[in-house]
């Protein structure tokens, strides 16, 4: 059973308007979570993190939030640019191994 | 510099084949990593490496064996390729302890198993 969902499979938003990315965790152990970014042919790169420390981490146009109680934490991006297309995966980890556990991704398309 | 490096980027197999994919990091990360990507799965941990010479299973490990060969290489073995091993696989490394988790990846091997 996944223990990281990421439960809307794609996302169309309008250059220049707010992307907003939703993930949900059931793993009660974990306490660091991380957003990756996935262009075709290439392999995953680190976009973002928070640990279970913060409720909310920005960095530039990309500011993920941590909602403990909810187990749910969002990636928002703002503005949304055309570069911005590709699979968003979200993951999670305990800070006792650092074993990393992905969602299934979310496609977003931005659109001109 | 390379970061992690993966060969083949392409294989197609006859079922009951076997095969090793390769992987070589070069930022002296002593942990290394095993995924799968499937369409609706995401990416799941086949084995890793915590430390050389060490190895671990992971989410997914059947049908797989790997090889912790020195601190720079990770290489994953199908010995009897299944059509379900049919996917694109990642390799990735990092430093542990981290204080991030992040991991690095290399651009994936597409496997086609008939």
């Known amino acids: 059973d996944q223990q990281v969902k990421q439960n809307s499979p794609s996302l169309s938003v309008q250059e220049g308007r707010i992307s907003i990315l939703n993930c949900d965790y059931t793993?009660?152990?974990?306490?660091?979570f991380l957003w990756y970014k996935k262009y075709p042919a290439e392999g995953p790169t680190f976009l973002i993190s928070?640990?279970?420390?913060?409720d909310k981490n920005e960095d530039g146009r990309f500011t993920v939030f941590l909602n403990k109680s909810a187990k749910h934490l969002s990636l928002h991006i703002v503005p949304s640019q055309p570069g911005d297309s590709a699979v968003y995966f979200c993951a999670a980890a305990s800070s006792n191994d650092y074993k990393l556990s992905f969602g299934a991704g979310t496609t977003v398309t931005v659109r001109a | 510099n390379a970061g992690v490096t993966q060969t083949p980027k392409f294989q197609v197999l006859k079922t009951g084949q076997s095969m090793t994919l390769q992987c070589a990091q070069d930022?002296?990360?002593?942990?290394m990593y095993w995924y799968r990507q499937d369409p609706g799965m995401g990416l799941r941990l086949i084995y890793y490496s915590a430390s050389e010479g060490t190895t671990d299973k992971g989410e997914v490990p059947n049908g797989y064996n790997v090889s912790r060969l020195n601190k720079r290489e990770f290489s994953l073995r199908l010995e009897s390729a299944a059509p379900s091993q049919t996917s694109v696989y990642f390799c990735?490394?990092?430093?542990?302890?981290?204080?991030?988790?992040?991991?690095?990846f290399g651009e994936g091997s597409r496997l086609t198993v008939l």
């Open positions: 793993n009660s152990m974990f306490d660091y």
């Open positions: 928070i640990s279970s420390i913060k």
């Open positions: 990735a490394s990092n430093r542990q302890p981290s204080n991030t988790g992040e991991l690095f």
């Open positions: 930022m002296n990360h002593n942990s």
